[in-house]
């Protein structure tokens, strides 16, 4: 009994900050939680409720970034069991909750119940089946199922979600068809498993746990993936395994979750890229297969590249892509809460109107950003070196360049940055979990007649601080060392 008695308080006795932090969380989120019943996407919005609850949210974002200093210090001190309880406990309290301003999971629930019957969901868009002429379908629809057949977001337009989504997407609907609750158990699966791989790369990193907090406390990670439901973090166990196995110099293994990562969403097909690059800057004797020339395990790595893409992209092709596909809509056409892109289209937009092309200026402002993100990830690769510590920050600065200049920035988006971020502290990313917040004052904006002064002005204060804090950041936290080293070299130079 005395035993148990020590064990507890051992549990409980830790970093005061930290513990009234990881309380107030959960007190934010279970208003939040409460909160949610007004504020569905097809419901009657309840302004004063959703203001309340973007300032609960940004609240949630402050109290974060105190927790998060905490562990920069080193001052952090609670027990593992209740950094963990209090993640879980957040999670679990999302699980009841409706669904935010959100009905973007109303396709993840369609394209579940497609899949899981065996039925391409690439061919049709979800209108056809609610027309007099609507495929045949292998399975009867619930009342349940033509409900959320009738909420799905654009419906004109098929399927964007790869292949490896459509599996998760899939089991959802094996656990609880057509119910949120299976995607959020397929999505705390998940979640446990980048959680497992983080506490490994933090091994590797020889850096302490308590850095699990950045990513397992985190609002934007809550709310965004398991209260709105998105499934942006069915991506992280594939991007930090291929993180981990580059560090362990299994290239070939990375090479696959690479691949798989890039069957849930596109992007992170760039990390082939870092997989080459380490590939050609690995000597022989320190790769997993000793025997191999850099050029065999370079051919190896993309032959297995193009024979799992081309797998993958298999149901896509048989589709037959054209204007109706959500590939080709979304990479012609869709543009929101963008701030370096807003930038660019506008003054290519003003620039074109002198000689009538005004149209093209979206298309222009993609290839403009397309360039700039070249130019940033040669600079990367530059600069990198193999070692564990240059591989995450790699990976972080090319994925943070890559939501900085999307031409889309939702909140939810911003969460590909945060498992990074617990590996590797840069501040000014942590901004956008207090700010991104903002977004959802556009929904306020259109429903009392204000959405210009969103466009005006609101955009700007999500994105304007981050940049400011990414220049000060970059002044006085790199160049500052590099130049003192430089002069130290100087003055040993001219001494010998």
Known sequence: MKRHLENIRRIAKGDGVLTACGALLLLIFGIIAWLSAGLEKYGNLETDRLLTFIGLYMGAGAVFIVAVNRVVKGAARIHLAVLMGVGVVMRLTMFPSTPIIENDYYRYLWDGALSAHGQNPYVHAPSAYMSATSPNLSFEVTPEGRRTLTKINFPEVRTIYPPVAQGAFALAYMLYPFDVVGLRMVYLLFDLITLVLLWRLLGALKRQSMWLLVYWWNPLVVKELFNSVHMDGLIFPFMLGALLLLIQKRSLFATVCVVCAAGVKLWPILGLVFVMAHILRTPSSQRMHTSWSRMGTLVASLGIALGILALLALPVFISRPDDTSGFVTYTLHWRNNDGVFRLVFHGLKWVLHLSGQSDRAYRYARYATGVLYVGLLLLILRQWKNDAGHTVMAFLLAIGGLFILSPTQFPWYATWLIPLLAL?????????????????????????????????????????????????????????????????????????
Not at 436 to 464: D, I, M, N, R, S
Not at 481 to 492: D, H
């Open 424 to 496: 590797h502290h840069w501040f000014p990313f942590h901004l956008y979990t207090l700010l991104l917040p903002l977004y959802y004052l556009q929904h306020w904006c259109a429903k009392t007649g204000h959405l210009p002064w969103f466009e005006g002005a609101v955009v700007w204060l999500e994105h304007v601080p981050v940049w400011v804090a990414l220049v000060l950041w970059h002044r006085y936290q790199v160049d500052a060392p590099s130049r003192i080293l430089i002069f130290r070299k100087l003055l040993n130079a001219t001494r010998t």
